[in-house]
């Protein structure tokens, strides 16, 4: 099992590191890879009540700013980053309260919001619900942070208004510091530094290329045959969930005994989080140093795990197998396997693809033959046309890998230029 304490966060952004222009010995500009480290701190009473107010506040100018933003969209009018740190500074005249947390996190808070509103629009960020959104901020300025090493397992960072707090040293830092973010996961508090450790981008990775295929029972499997796959949640913790929720049905809302039982459910799926985010991110880390271009399906698992009970109107169908089906989508991690393969690549120079996913699971991947009932069951396929037989998930990996141009298919052609639902010219035996 993962240990919480060890947690490493890789961050999916690259960067110029200092902020100027970095070359190679051949005067070509090369891109800096910014990488995370996450230590649990251990906070103070007081500083942790500190940290708590911190996140309240953050949590207040984000709401309040975009309710500012959907307003002036109401009216036609726009407003930017720049006008609402100007209006933030204003309204610490008025409302104290402001003033008690550092003006950097609040002015990155709405940076976030101006960076999210640009990506998804105005109306589609979320609130930052008090029930829903676990307190975060970040000190983007690397002057006012330091850090310290007490001991073997200890050290500590100086964080503007905090002064110096404690956290386990579980690995060196390795790098320039350039920012520090203080997260809460529902049970304890940690740090996250973003470094510059000197490591670039490599032009190319000189390695082959794979297909994954995501599926529910195993979570990814190659177009060379590997299968990758683990279990997140034992049957002991399974059984004792089940019982929590049981609890959490008979219990008040509002009361202690409310409190406990969420408390003891989020125990439960954290280590959950940790096992899921451990194995996407092994899994990640050895396909790209084996391969030099990783194919995989253009999923969009939000629209996939959407619900399908529909409305009072129009009630939707089979609700609970889709239920089940959500379940096991999300359990498996597939977009987290895939930001995780985006974050391998940025150290190894991989090259990420993505392709149409429609006919991979029923099209045998000799012949070009398309047929659902080729796929006999969730592991074999066996193709009614040249009767091929292998396992379905492998199959599919390859016509991943294929749909990419990066193979000649069963019918001498390059899949990149064939038709999907081409079939072939003699009669199927079958």
């Known amino acids: 099992m993962l240990n919480p304490h060890v947690y490493q966060l890789v961050f999916g952004c690259l960067a110029h590191g200092s902020g100027d222009n970095v070359f190679d010995t051949r005067g070509e500009e090369v891109l800096l890879v910014l990488t995370g480290r996450r230590y649990r701190l251990?906070?103070?009473?007081?500083?942790?009540?500190?940290?708590?107010?911190?996140?309240?506040?953050?949590?207040?100018?984000?709401?309040?700013?975009?309710?500012?933003?959907r307003h002036y969209r109401r009216r036609g009018a726009f407003i930017g980053y720049a006008?609402?740190?100007?209006?933030?500074?204003?309204?610490?005249?008025?409302?104290?309260?402001?003033?008690?947390?550092p003006a950097q996190v609040l002015q990155q808070t709405l940076k976030d919001l101006d960076a999210a509103c640009a990506r998804h629009g105005a109306w589609k960020v979320r609130w930052r619900a008090v029930r829903r959104w676990q307190s975060s901020f970040r000190f983007p300025s690397p002057g006012q942070i330091a850090v310290e090493r007490l001991s073997r397992r200890w050290g500590r960072a100086k964080?503007?208004?905090?002064?110096?707090?404690?956290?386990?040293?579980?690995?060196?830092?390795?790098?320039?510091?350039?920012?520090?973010?203080?997260?809460f996961d529902g049970a304890h508090w940690h740090i996250s530094f973003l470094v510059e450790d000197g490591?670039?981008?490599?032009?190319?990775?000189?390695?082959?290329a794979v297909g994954i295929d995501r599926?529910?029972?195993?979570?990814?499997?190659?177009?060379?045959?590997?299968?990758?796959?683990?279990?997140?949640?034992?049957?002991g913790e399974a059984a004792r969930y089940r019982r929590l929720q049981q609890q959490l049905a008979r219990s008040w809302r509002g009361s202690n005994r409310r409190k406990?039982?969420?408390?003891?459910?989020?125990?439960?799926?954290?280590?959950?989080?940790?096992?899921r985010a451990d194995f996407n991110a092994r899994t990640a880390a050895s396909l790209c140093d084996r391969y030099g271009t990783v194919v995989l399906e253009d999923l969009k698992t939000k629209n996939m795990t959407a619900s399908a009970a529909?409305?009072?109107?129009?009630?939707?169908?089979?609700?609970?197998?889709?239920?089940g089906l959500n379940r096991a989508i999300l359990d498996k991690g597939w977009h987290g396997l895939e930001r995780s393969l985006g974050n391998a690549a940025r150290r190894t120079g991989t090259r990420i693809v993505k392709v149409n996913p429609a006919y991979t699971s029923i099209t045998c991947s000799?012949?070009?033959?398309?047929?659902?009932?080729?796929?006999?069951?969730?592991?074999?396929?066996?193709?009614?046309?040249?009767?091929?037989?292998?396992?379905?998930?492998?199959?599919?990996?390859?016509?991943?890998?294929?749909?990419?141009g990066h193979a000649v298919s069963g019918r001498g052609d390059l899949a990149v230029g064939r038709s999907t639902k081409r079939q072939p010219t003699r009669t199927p035996t079958r």
């Open 260 to 275: 406990t039982v969420v408390a003891q459910l989020g125990a439960i799926m954290r280590r959950v989080r940790y096992r």
């Open 366 to 404: 000799a012949c070009g033959w398309v047929d659902a009932t080729s796929r006999e069951s969730q592991a074999r396929f066996a193709c009614t046309s040249c009767e091929m037989v292998a396992h379905a998930d492998v199959n599919a990996a390859v016509n991943i890998k294929n749909a990419a």
């Open 159 to 183: 964080l503007p208004k905090f002064g110096w707090v404690r956290f386990r040293w579980t690995r060196p830092l390795g790098g320039i510091i350039r920012s520090a973010t203080v997260s």
């Open 199 to 208: 490591l670039t981008t490599p032009a190319a990775h000189p390695g082959p």
């Open 83 to 101: 006008e609402q740190c100007r209006q933030l500074a204003e309204a610490k005249a008025e409302f104290p309260w402001l003033g008690e947390a």
């Open 310 to 323: 529909g409305t009072v109107d129009q009630p939707g169908t089979n609700v609970a197998q889709k239920s």
């Open 215 to 235: 599926g529910v029972v195993v979570a990814a499997t190659t177009s060379d045959g590997d299968l990758f796959n683990r279990v997140f949640i034992t049957a």
């Open 42 to 69: 251990e906070f103070t009473s007081g500083q942790e009540l500190f940290a708590e107010k911190i996140g309240a506040i953050c949590r207040s100018v984000w709401n309040t700013g975009l309710e500012q933003r």
